[in-house]
């Protein structure tokens, strides 16, 4: 195609204009790549803060609540829901321990898990009765390591019965938000001890005294609940308050960073749109410029025989050559910079967190629209060679 051939020669010919109109949308870009960056990197940073912290997932549901299978399976059956697992009144939970040989005697918190809980290992939330995983603050309190033994007890009838649980140690976890002096357990322990301080018989624990389990209504007193991630959780935590429930949650403040977000993003693009305008001015200033200067080039081909559309092309492909060459330059620039950037904000900072991020697909949108606008002008120009006429040339002579 003659207008492929002749957009060629003229950047290898000529290539100063051509690096003009580059440096121009580099000199746009640059700086507009940069900022937004700067907004997502500034964002994912206290986004990546609450996701690197399984606590932040948390619902707290607060106070006692008569939960039934029925209340359950609503409550797990809601968008957004990541682990749950019922949960005992909470002077229920509280223990004490003790190693086998009955020293170093600590009150402690019963946690129920299951495979999935967030605050310990996946493979550890394979609990069965008689495996624990402790906080790390109560195995070094309590000189616990994985594979030791010990014993959580508790006492009815003022203290004049005791249930002894022996537990084997399955792991330790140190995860943030456990912070307390922590035993995670099979539920079916939860259930025992709750079982036991409520007067019941546990005749499989040797205590075959009190009520008959079968009497003893199947419903919890409340219940652990995590959202699946991040963005789930202001939606979790307003439906179950829809539900009825008092809960507690970092939903307000994962609304905050979301308007912040949101604010940011308005601000940047403000200051992108300004850039971008006068970046389609400037290269269309420049491609009128061109269309003048070749006027009587164009009346030469379409005195040859050349077609309208052929001509046209020309435009097009000179347009299209800038823009990719820019935004080649443009995002090397850019990702050289965030490069450069990153690494002195580690270095100064001791901090490994990125201050510039562009991800691919955001690259990929301002790449787009760039592009888009570009050879929406050169189309124009086109449009515009398209009325120079073959006598043209003679009149201008």
Same mark, same amino acid.
């Given at each position: 195609m003659i207008a492929l051939s002749l957009a060629f020669k003229s950047l290898t010919r000529a290539p100063r204009p051509n690096i003009a109109a580059m440096i121009a949308l580099v000199s746009v870009l640059v700086p507009a790549m940069l900022l937004w960056s700067m907004k997502v990197g500034f964002i994912q940073s206290m986004m990546d803060a609450l996701r690197s912290s399984?606590?932040?997932?948390?619902?707290?549901?607060?106070?006692?609540?008569?939960?039934?299978s029925e209340q359950w399976s609503e409550i797990t059956a809601l968008d957004g829901v990541g682990f749950s697992i019922p949960t005992a009144r909470y002077l229920s939970t509280r223990a004490f321990a003790s190693r086998d040989n009955g020293r170093k005697r600590t009150p402690v918190s019963l946690m129920p898990t299951a495979v999935g809980d967030p605050l310990v290992r996946s493979g550890a939330g394979l609990l069965d009765s008689g495996h624990a995983v402790l906080s790390q603050k109560l195995s070094k309190q309590m000189g616990l390591s994985i594979g030791d033994h010990f014993e959580i007890a508790n006492a009815r009838r003022s203290q004049s019965e005791h249930l002894r649980i022996g537990l084997t140690v399955a792991d330790i976890t140190s995860k943030e938000g456990v912070s307390g002096n922590w035993v995670f357990v099979a539920p079916a322990i939860i259930k025992d001890v709750e079982a036991f301080l409520d007067g019941y018989a546990l005749p499989h624990r040797g205590k075959n005294k009190g009520t008959s389990l079968d009497e003893r209504p199947d419903v919890a007193s409340g219940l652990r609940l995590y959202a699946d991630r991040i963005e789930s959780v202001v939606h979790l935590t307003e439906a179950m308050r829809q539900l009825g429930y008092?809960?507690?949650?970092?939903?307000?403040?994962?609304?905050?960073?979301?308007?912040?977000?949101?604010?940011?993003?308005?601000?940047?693009?403000?200051?992108?749109?300004?850039?971008?305008?006068?970046?389609?001015?400037?290269?269309?200033?420049?491609?009128?410029?061109?269309?003048?200067?070749?006027?009587?080039?164009? /009346?030469?081909?379409?005195?040859?025989?050349?077609?309208?559309?052929?001509?046209?092309?020309?435009?097009?492909?000179?347009?299209?050559?800038? /823009?990719l060459g820019g935004l080649l330059i443009a995002g090397a620039i850019t990702y050289l910079t965030m490069l450069l950037g990153n690494h002195q904000f580690r270095f100064y900072t001791l901090d490994q967190t990125d201050i510039f991020v562009l991800p691919a697909g955001h690259l990929a949108v301002i790449n787009a629209v760039v592009l888009a606008l570009q050879l929406l002008i050169a189309c124009f120009i086109a449009f515009q060679s398209s009325k120079i006429r073959p006598g043209d040339l003679f009149r201008d002579a």
């Open positions: 399984p606590a932040s997932l948390e619902i707290r549901v607060k106070g006692d609540y008569i939960i039934t008092t809960v507690e949650s970092n939903a307000n403040r994962i609304e905050v960073i979301a308007r912040l977000d949101r604010v940011l993003s308005r601000i940047v693009v403000a200051i992108s749109l300004v850039l971008m305008v006068g970046l389609v001015l400037s290269v269309w200033s420049w491609m009128v410029v061109q269309l003048e200067r070749l006027r009587s080039h164009v /009346a030469l081909l379409g005195l040859m025989g050349q077609g309208q559309v052929g001509v046209g092309m020309y435009f097009v492909f000179i347009g299209l050559f800038n /823009a």
